[in-house]
């Protein structure tokens, strides 16, 4: 998106993305990774009471590594190509940085409609976890006030949360709507199925289903080697395939 401009900080956004590592070698492994990639990062600290180490992409993406503290996430598998050791590798998701005025009214969004626990409060912060303990999925909540962020590159969208299938999924829009929440609907992505909607300081939420997945079109084994498109898009693909550019191997 060439014409995009950059992202103006502010609140009522999702400011952060959290990624788990293994160990606190692995944050240093990333650390010298960050480096010699010339990727901007911080020195190794601690956020959200885990060790990590923050960075950025080039577009201003704000993302931190987390020490999993040798917590596993079940349903994690090693990628055997990758360039980085199976001993560092990113496990999954940790703890999403959302910044808004009303800390209260998303925190009992979090609570009472998603069944989070709050496990920390402070004047300016809380954090919530879906499974008390497990740090898989962890939400930070940040109380701001001030102008609200103006997106751009960088900017993070919005925060979706998994369910099983379309029978969970038509549950959980029955409850958006009685909470008094406007829902789209169950939209058919064609690799999952999806709803979306914002609470009150404005966060859009997408809650997403696990299936049927982009194996519904390609072998386990060859997934992510060639470009696959959904059906609605297929007639486009010399048009979309023009515009992109190659990732460079690292």
């Given amino acids: 998106m060439p014409f995009v401009g950059s992202t103006y900080s502010g609140t009522n956004a999702i400011t952060q993305i959290g990624l788990l590592v293994p160990s606190e070698i692995s944050l240093m492994y990333w650390k010298k ?12 600290t601690t956020y959200a009471n885990h060790s990590a180490l923050h960075f950025e992409d080039k577009e201003g993406l704000r993302m931190v590594l987390l020490v999993s503290n040798g917590k596993k996430i079940a349903h994690w598998e090693a990628w055997e190509n990758s360039t980085v050791p199976i001993k560092h590798q990113i496990l999954g998701m940790g703890s999403v940085e959302i910044t808004v005025r009303r800390l209260d009214k998303l925190a ?40 609200p962020e103006k ?33 789209s609907g169950i939209i058919d992505r064609y690799y999952f199925k999806s709803l979306y909607f914002r609470e009150s300081n404005g966060i859009l939420f997408e809650i997403a289903t696990d299936g049927p997945g982009f194996t519904i079109d390609r072998d386990i084994e060859t997934l992510g080697q060639h470009l696959d498109l959904p059906p609605l898009l297929e007639s486009r693909r010399v048009e979309i395939e023009a515009k992109l550019h190659p990732l460079e191997e690292a």
């Fill in 33 to 44: 990774r960050f480096e010699q990639y010339e990727i901007k990062h911080s020195e190794i």
């Fill in 108 to 147: 009992r969004t979090l609570t009472e409609v998603f069944g989070y626990t709050e496990i920390l409060r402070s004047d300016k912060e809380a954090i919530f976890q879906s499974i008390k303990g497990e740090l898989f999925g962890e939400i930070v909540v940040k109380s701001l006030e001030g102008p």
């Fill in 151 to 183: 997106p751009g590159r960088g900017s993070i969208h919005h925060l979706a949360i998994r369910v099983k299938d379309e029978r969970e999924l038509a549950y959980w829009d029955e409850k958006v709507r009685k909470r008094g929440f406007h829902s």
